[in-house]
């Protein structure tokens, strides 16, 4: 091919790939507030595994973006009302690397379906189920001298909710400035967009977004409630909390089961019929 030719086709090709990537597997955010802070910084950029909640549920400590209900303030500036600027967030938004909506938000999960979560205890910490919570990634916590307020998430306090069956309780690593669900409410798990698992942008910043052993001895809840079925062939209702699936691996099953085992069937029906034709 001519150059001529094959660079806008190479150009066609990668931003079909690309839009692909987006939609179904991948996808950058931008981080807007720091409500994440000092976990997530104003102006990182994180990539979210959209395919590993299809295998599983969410987990306690894991930092999920999800789109907030009604109830939930934007954190996110309204965006520029122009023609082109709405024409980049567009084709930015097709590549996954456009600003978050209104209603993105990412937090850390901490309550699941039929939990109790409180706060606080003799120490002032979050428990969950009865178990205290030790959360080394908050590092600026909001007071314990202020009383509770319906719809205000300044005060650390907080009466005991039981998460509904189908939702989740989050919260955000800057509990001074974090607008969660303490004055929000709890989110519908079916929001959840994906799974923060890495920075990557700024290099400086580049790191990891595990799930912190915080959670690992808290106990199932005394009246579990079931969780809202997504996707009915892989999901199940009062599935355990377990050790999180790797993101590889999350990637590596379905695309294995779409890609392989469907073309592979193809071949035997035409071998047989080879073999069956007189």
């Known amino acids: 091919m001519p150059l001529w030719q094959e660079v806008p086709l190479l ?3 990668a931003f079909c790939l690309a839009v692909l990537i987006r939609t179904f597997l991948f996808q950058a955010f931008f981080i807007p507030s720091g409500s994440m802070e000092n976990t997530l910084l104003i102006g990182d950029r994180v990539l979210v595994n ?3 909640y299809d295998m599983r549920q969410p987990h306690r400590g894991d930092i999920v973006v999800f789109r907030g209900t009604d109830a939930w303030a934007p954190e996110a500036p309204p965006p520029d009302g122009g023609l082109f600027a709405k024409f980049g967030r567009t084709m930015g938004d097709l590549v996954g690397v456009s600003q978050p909506g209104e209603k993105d ?3 850390r999960v901490i309550g699941l379906p039929g939990d109790t979560v409180e706060c606080c205890d003799a120490q002032g910490r979050v428990t969950v189920n009865g178990k205290p919570l ?3 990634y908050v590092t600026d916590n909001s007071p314990l001298d202020i009383d509770p307020t319906p719809g205000r998430c300044g005060p650390r306090k907080f009466a005991p909710v039981v998460i509904p ?8 690593d800057h509990r001074l400035v974090s607008q969660d669900s303490r004055c929000q409410g709890p989110v519908p798990i079916s929001n959840v967009i994906g799974k923060a698992f890495v920075v990557v942008w700024p290099k400086s910043q580049w790191s990891t977004l595990g799930t912190p052993s915080t959670f690992s001895n808290v106990p199932k809840p005394s009246s579990a409630s079931p969780y809202r079925m997504v996707t ?3 999901r ?3 599935q355990p909390e ?3 699936e790797a993101p590889d691996a999350a990637l590596v099953t379905p695309l294995l089961a779409s890609l392989l085992f469907p073309a592979r069937s193809r071949l035997f029906r035409r071998s047989r019929r080879r073999r069956l034709r007189p």
């Open 134 to 136: 030790d959360e080394p």
């Open 165 to 172: 069956p189908g939702e989740m309780w989050v919260m955000g």
């Open 232 to 234: 009915p062939d892989l």
């Open 50 to 52: 959209k395919v590993v």
């Open 105 to 107: 938000f990412i937090k």
């Open 236 to 238: 199940s209702i009062g």
């Open 242 to 244: 377990g050790k999180p």
């Open 11 to 13: 150009l066609i090709v």
